[in-house]
């Protein structure tokens, strides 16, 4: 599993922050650059509540397998369209079958791990992701100079070497037909407060999209190079938080880990809104990192402790959508932010939506039975 996503997040980390580059080439504007993520997230968030659920009854290992070899036709078209109107089409129907990987891998993993020490065993597997953060990006433009289309041949490859990777995991279809078989309402297919709660995280999204489009440009602005050096140091924040104080987690308890974490990556936000310089930049990205790095284990071990196991597709499914709501708000919305006003004052609002992930955990958690 952690060669699948590491293949997983590799090819990815390799478009996200190329294609802004490739669809300004293609005519469009930062506004229409940042629909690339947005849309492929939008539609994650979208179709995730009930793919997760599919995956459940599927077998999550079979998701796996399928999805990775439509990602690859995905891909290989990618690099014959030539207007970029047509590409953020394609790129929405590439996010329904997102939705379905990252759910299966995630309930596949959870169901992996023993439950005491499920906050650290998902911290560790969340590393494969980190490690791909920090060498895709200034790989994949490395492969970028080569032309677009190499790149997407390239990650085409990764795909079909993830469908491999996944053909030789332990079959889980017997999981699959323990699930109950329930009326296919759509009480039964969505975690509706797994996705009320999950807004916080969506909040915290919101500026991580921005910074996985945008903290290129922003380093060219700033005229910090490498441009990738943003997403390389946050990845290396991550990577040491989870080595240092990830196995700790479940001692620690969940909760009491997530909450000064949801305050880190805010407090990083604001510091890059305030970036003049390569100090302030990276100071944002070393914070943001290490906050970043903690929420999400901590966060999913906080949730699954509450969550039937039959329910873990759909409870990963909720926790999706309200995340890549964020990241694809993020990207999009701080597209057209940038446009206008300027990316300081976008990574400013991105701050503040951040801020306010904190109190809406709080209230969530009361409000919808959590605590």
Avoid at 38 to 57: C, H, N, V
Avoid at 108 to 118: F, H, I, K, N
Avoid at 289 to 315: C, D, E, N, S
Wanted: proline content about 4%; aromatic content about 14%.
């Amino acid at each position: 599993m952690c060669a699948y996503t590491f293949t997983v997040f590799v090819s990815l980390f390799q478009l996200l922050p190329a294609a802004p580059y490739h669809v300004l080439a293609l005519g469009g504007t930062t506004f229409a650059a940042g629909l690339f993520l947005g849309f492929l997230t939008y539609a994650s968030a979208l179709a995730a509540p009930i793919t997760g659920q599919i995956a459940d009854r599927l077998g999550h290992r079979r998701v796996l397998i399928v999805v990775s070899l439509v990602l690859a036709v995905f891909s290989v078209s990618y690099a014959f369209i030539t207007n970029y109107r047509v590409l953020l089409a394609f790129v929405f129907m590439h996010g329904l079958f997102w939705s379905g990987l990252l759910a299966a891998s995630g309930a596949y993993m959870t169901a992996t791990l023993p439950e005491t020490r499920r906050a650290e065993g998902l911290g560790y597997w969340g590393l494969s992701s980190v490690t791909a953060l920090a060498i895709a990006p200034p790989f994949g433009f490395w492969v970028f100079s080569f032309g677009w289309a190499t790149m997407c041949f390239e990650v085409a490859a990764l795909n079909l070497i993830m469908a491999a990777i996944a053909w030789h995991l332990p079959d889980d279809r017997g999981e699959a037909a323990a699930v109950p078989l329930r009326p296919r309402t759509l009480q039964d297919l969505v975690e509706w407060r797994v996705l009320a709660l999950s807004v916080s995280m969506a909040l915290i999204a919101f500026g991580y999209g921005s910074l996985t489009s945008f903290s290129a440009m922003f380093a060219d602005e700033l005229g910090v190079s490498p441009r990738s050096l943003f997403l390389t140091v946050m990845a290396s924040a991550i990577l040491v938080g989870r080595v240092s104080v990830g196995r700790f987690l479940d001692k620690i308890g969940h909760r009491r880990a997530l909450l000064p974490c949801l305050a880190a990556t805010a407090l990083g936000m604001t510091l890059l809104a305030l970036a003049n310089g390569i100090v302030m930049f990276l100071l944002a990205a070393l914070v943001f990192g290490a906050g970043f790095g903690l929420v999400y284990p901590a966060y999913t071990a906080y949730i699954m402790k509450r969550i039937p196991q039959w329910r873990r597709g759909a409870a990963f499914g909720a926790m999706l959508a309200a995340f890549d709501t964020g990241v694809g708000s993020g990207s999009t919305v701080m597209g057209g932010l940038i446009h206008q006003l300027g990316f300081r004052p976008a990574f400013g609002i991105a701050a503040f939506f951040a801020v306010l992930s904190l109190p809406y955990f709080l209230f969530a958690e009361k409000r919808f039975g959590f605590k």
